[in-house]
């Protein structure tokens, strides 16, 4: 935002004024950020003002004139110019013999340094300088003056003493203009006395406001104007009318103020309107009332796909998302944004209706964004702004018409404010903020500060009872004191001490329970990776995941950057999979890997919150050496490591990704006998492994971390070694191939006494020799006592009673060892 120097000063008392490098320096210091200082009149030199004393035709070219100019003590000259905006009597700056403007000239580049100015002729005609329009002088296009944006400056005023004098002296073209960036989270600083509170609480001065009361008539606006607010995304709107309304040039110390902020100057009413937006940081605009047909002024939402001309003469389609201004017929501006082409001010205006409005920010900027159609107004409505200022700042633009004598104001206005916004009452310690800051400031000094920035202040002792003003909208909590006596008392006054902190870092049981993950799959051998959380909602057909599964049930992104990222990750498995088929592709013979990843579902809870995040741990392999129970044995080790007991793995003969009946859901039996389930492992689907490129057979496991946890034990309990001998007996049977491992296991443990002590897998056998549908199963069984040492007998006994049952419950044939 530009500010200019001697703007602010309008608004701010000091006993003594800082030099410019010292006020930007000082600002900095307060918290405001200073991108550039530069000063309007830069490398203008010896530029003159003059009167225009006559205007005649050149007598050898038909678009110059010569013109004989009044310059004062320095006599008179004659000019020559093509310019067609002059007229006799003109105040214009004359570029004399010898004299340096910044430029650049008309049609050419600018100059390093500027262009130096020489008398000469033109056509054959003497010219003794060079009257300069606004741009030779350093006037950006866009700031020009409407009346002289074309042609020479036509300078507003009478300037009828100061003939011959530098114009740079006259105008005040030597005021110093400060580009400030403003954060979003600062709305109020996007005025001039939004910036003006900053430099009196910085430099210890008094702000002082502009006036705002004047004469009116005693006819009302509500006689000329009815308002109705139709739409919520209007917060308040205030109409006033000005009667008698006089168009013409503005002075010129308005013009500046509105050059230096970077704005055209326009005309009077259009000016007056655009510098109280500037100086209060509230939109304004101003309606000719011939254009609001019925006197009737209704905020609405706009019809779909209706068509309305903006005041720049481009015809733009609405839709029913963006708010509008109608009168009785129709569109006559589109809130927040832009007014309409016919309800501009004419030349011929007599009666004007002035809006001061707040409208909703989210809503204004999407009707920005839509129209490709930015503004000074809707970059102020977009980051907020108080709707409390709507009255003062039309109350101000009331008050210049009135004093410059433009028109004749009716008493009182339309105001429509539904939900009045109240000031903020924040709680703060003068305690908390030292400590925070690191300092000993008293409260009499935080108090002084907090009041020097407009906050009232009440409470005793620690405690500090803080009334904010509705413009800052930043300040909702005890930490956004700390910020505002941390600038004000000074940043480089902080002293550099390390903060004393009284907690204790520790890791969480998530952390350290995948950290043991991670070290425990690591050392048998797996490499950790990591996929994205972003998937394409496609793979799901690849894994042959059901249509009605919980699965495809996705937190859909809003703004995907592509399909591949249009939803998030509900399991791990596919990215698995998609790692092994790299690694496959590029003729890796054998891989084992695992992931700790988040995976993400919806919040069925709270609808609206958001998404529920929690970690789950995928394990895939692949390779000749690999199997089903390579990767069962994998997740045996890290049960035993979390201390997870009493875990069954339960057959299942569809699953979806997994190969019917190579599969099983992994389950806990809690005290209560409910089977819980941790997660689910086996062989992959031939068709999933197809869909991927993959040839070889490929197991994969997926568990839910977080009941991985619920049920792990961090006691470890030690059993002293056995003192007498143990002995084992291998018992090998031929079942059906449908029977389960599981089942197999759970009849052998069921005829097992007290002295079987271990049940161990280690060998399956198909082929012909057992016959078709059949397989061979083999286990080692421990038996041992814990007080004797066992006869063959006791052993035999026990060892026979597990084969009958195998026999009978199973139908199992037992094959000679």
């Given at each position: 935002m530009l500010v200019s120097i001697d703007w602010i000063k309008d608004y701010v008392k000091l006993d003594k004024w800082p030099t410019d490098k010292e006020f930007c320096d000082r600002m900095i210091m307060s918290g405001s950020n200073i991108e550039t200082i530069s000063y309007l009149g830069e490398g203008i030199e010896n530029v003159k003002i003059a009167k225009v004393l006559s205007i005649e035709k050149h007598p050898d070219a038909d678009k110059l004139v010569v013109c004989q100019m009044d310059l004062g003590k320095l006599g008179k000259l004659q000019i020559v110019t093509g310019a067609s905006n002059l007229y006799v009597g003109?105040?214009?700056?004359?570029?004399?013999?010898?004299?340096?403007?910044?430029?650049?000239?008309?049609?050419?580049?600018?100059?390093?340094?500027?262009?130096?100015?020489?008398?000469?002729?033109?056509?054959?005609?003497?010219?003794?300088?060079?009257?300069?329009?606004?741009?030779?002088?350093?006037?950006?296009?866009?700031?020009?003056?409407?009346?002289?944006?074309?042609?020479?400056?036509?300078?507003?005023?009478?300037?009828?003493?100061?003939?011959?004098?530098?114009?740079?002296?006259?105008?005040?073209?030597?005021?110093?203009?400060?580009?400030?960036?403003?954060?979003?989270?600062?709305?109020?600083?996007?005025?001039?006395?939004?910036?003006?509170?900053?430099?009196a609480a910085t430099f210890g001065g008094k702000l002082v406001y502009p006036k705002t009361d004047c004469n009116t008539l005693t006819e009302k606006s509500s006689d000329y104007i009815d308002v109705e607010v139709k739409s919520e995304l209007c917060k308040r709107y205030t109409a006033r009318v000005i009667k008698d309304v006089k168009i013409a040039q503005s002075p010129w110390w308005l013009q500046k103020k509105l050059i230096a902020a970077g704005m055209r100057p326009i005309n009077n009413i259009v000016d007056i309107t655009n510098f109280v937006m500037m100086e209060y940081g509230q939109p304004l605009h101003a309606f000719d009332i011939r254009s609001l047909a019925g006197g009737k002024i209704e905020v609405d939402v706009a019809e779909n796909g209706s068509k309305f001309t903006t005041l720049n003469g481009v015809e733009r389609t609405f839709d029913d998302n963006m708010l509008m201004i109608n009168d009785a017929n129709g569109p006559v501006a589109v809130a927040g944004v832009m007014g309409g082409l016919d309800s501009e001010i004419k030349p011929d205006t007599e009666t004007v209706v002035l809006e001061s409005a707040n409208f909703v920010g989210s809503s204004v900027r999407q009707?920005?964004?839509?129209?490709?159609?930015?503004?000074?107004?809707?970059?102020?409505?977009?980051?907020?702004?108080?709707?409390?200022?709507?009255?003062?700042?039309?109350?101000?633009?009331?008050?210049?018409?009135?004093?410059?004598?433009?028109?004749?104001?009716?008493?009182?206005?339309?105001?429509?404010?539904?939900?009045?916004?109240?000031?903020?009452?924040?709680?703060?310690?003068?305690?908390?903020?030292?400590?925070?800051?690191?300092?000993?400031?008293?409260?009499?000094?935080?108090?002084?500060?907090?009041?020097?920035?407009?906050?009232?202040?009440?409470?005793?002792?620690?405690?500090?009872?803080?009334?904010?003003?509705?413009?800052?909208?930043?300040?909702?909590?005890?930490?956004?004191?700390?910020?505002?006596?941390?600038?004000?008392?000074?940043?480089?006054?902080?002293?550099?001490?390390?903060?004393?902190?009284?907690?204790?870092?520790?890791?969480?049981?998530?952390?350290?329970?995948?950290?043991?993950?991670?070290?425990?799959?690591?050392?048998?051998?797996?490499?950790?990776?990591?996929?994205?959380?972003?998937?394409?909602?496609?793979?799901?057909?690849?894994?042959?995941?059901?249509?009605?599964?919980?699965?495809?049930?996705?937190?859909?992104?809003?703004?995907?950057?592509?399909?591949?990222?249009?939803?998030?990750?509900?399991?791990?498995?596919?990215?698995?999979?998609?790692?092994?088929?790299?690694?496959?592709?590029?003729?890796?013979?054998?891989?084992?890997?695992?992931?700790?990843?988040?995976?993400?579902?919806?919040?069925?809870?709270?609808?609206?919150?958001?998404?529920?995040?929690?970690?789950?741990?995928?394990?895939?392999?692949?390779?000749?050496?690999?199997?089903?129970?390579?990767?069962?044995?994998?997740?045996?080790?890290?049960?035993?490591?979390?201390g997870i007991k009493d875990v069954s793995y339960i057959a299942e003969p569809e699953y979806g990704v997994y190969h019917p009946g190579r599969c099983a859901r992994v389950v806990k039996v809690t005290d209560k006998g409910e089977e819980v389930e941790l997660g689910i492992m086996g062989e992959i689907h031939p068709d999933v492994a197809s869909n991927y490129g993959i040839g070889d057979k490929v197991y994969c496991g997926e568990f839910f971390i977080d009941r991985l946890i619920e049920f792990s034990s961090r006691e470890i309990q030690y059993a002293k070694p056995p003192k007498y001998p143990s002995t084992s007996r291998d018992i090998a049977m031929v079942v059906d191939e449908s029977t389960a491992v599981a089942d197999i296991e759970k009849v052998i443990k069921e005829a097992g006494t007290e002295i079987l002590r271990g049940v161990k897998l280690f060998d399956i056998y198909r082929g012909i020799q057992v016959g078709k549908g059949k397989k061979s199963v083999a286990y080692s069984l421990t038996y041992r006592h814990d007080d004797r040492t066992l006869t063959d007998v006791e052993t035999e006994e026990a060892h026979a009673k597990v084969v009958e049952a195998l026999k009978n419950n199973l139908g199992a044939s037992i094959r000679d060892n």
């Open positions: 003109a105040y214009v700056p004359v570029a004399i013999d010898g004299s340096v403007v910044p430029g650049p000239l008309h049609g050419q580049p600018k100059q390093e340094g500027g262009v130096k100015i020489s008398a000469g002729e033109l056509r054959g005609v003497k010219s003794d300088g060079m009257m300069c329009g606004p741009q030779e002088l350093g006037i950006a296009d866009k700031c020009a003056p409407f009346m002289s944006k074309d042609g020479i400056w036509l300078l507003a005023g009478d300037y009828e003493d100061k003939l011959g004098e530098n114009i740079d002296d006259v105008l005040g073209l030597k005021d110093g203009v400060i580009d400030f960036e403003i954060t979003p989270n600062r709305p109020d600083c996007l005025s001039m006395i939004g910036m003006a509170r900053e430099a009707t920005s964004k839509k129209l490709g159609l930015r503004t000074e107004a809707s970059g102020r409505y977009e980051k907020g702004i108080d709707p409390n200022l709507c009255e003062i700042a039309a109350d101000r633009v009331c008050a210049l018409i009135d004093e410059l004598g433009y028109g004749k104001v009716l008493d009182g206005s339309v105001d429509i404010y539904k939900n009045p916004e109240n000031p903020k009452v924040v709680s703060a310690r003068v305690s908390r903020i030292n400590k925070v800051l690191g300092t000993n400031i008293s409260r009499d000094e935080m108090v002084a500060i907090l009041e020097s920035l407009e906050m009232k202040v009440q409470g005793s002792g620690d405690d500090m009872i803080v009334t904010a003003p509705t413009v800052r909208q930043d300040i909702l909590q005890e930490v956004d004191f700390v910020e505002e006596i941390a600038r004000m008392y000074g940043y480089d006054k902080l002293p550099n001490t390390l903060p004393k902190l009284d907690v204790k870092a520790e890791n969480s049981l998530s952390w350290e329970t995948r950290r043991k993950i991670r070290e425990l799959l690591c050392a048998m051998g797996a490499d950790e990776i990591q996929t994205f959380s972003f998937i394409n909602q496609k793979i799901f057909d690849a894994c042959r995941i059901d249509e009605e599964s919980w699965e495809r049930d996705t937190v859909d992104i809003i703004n995907p950057m592509g399909e591949d990222t249009a939803a998030m990750r509900t399991i791990l498995t596919p990215g698995m999979l998609d790692v092994l088929a790299r690694n496959y592709s590029r003729s890796v013979d054998a891989v084992r890997v695992f992931e700790i990843g988040k995976v993400f579902s919806k919040n069925y809870i709270q609808p609206e919150g958001l998404p529920d995040e929690s970690y789950d741990l995928s394990i895939g392999i692949y390779g000749k050496d690999e199997s089903f129970f390579t990767l069962k044995g994998m997740i045996e080790c890290m049960f035993d490591m979390m």
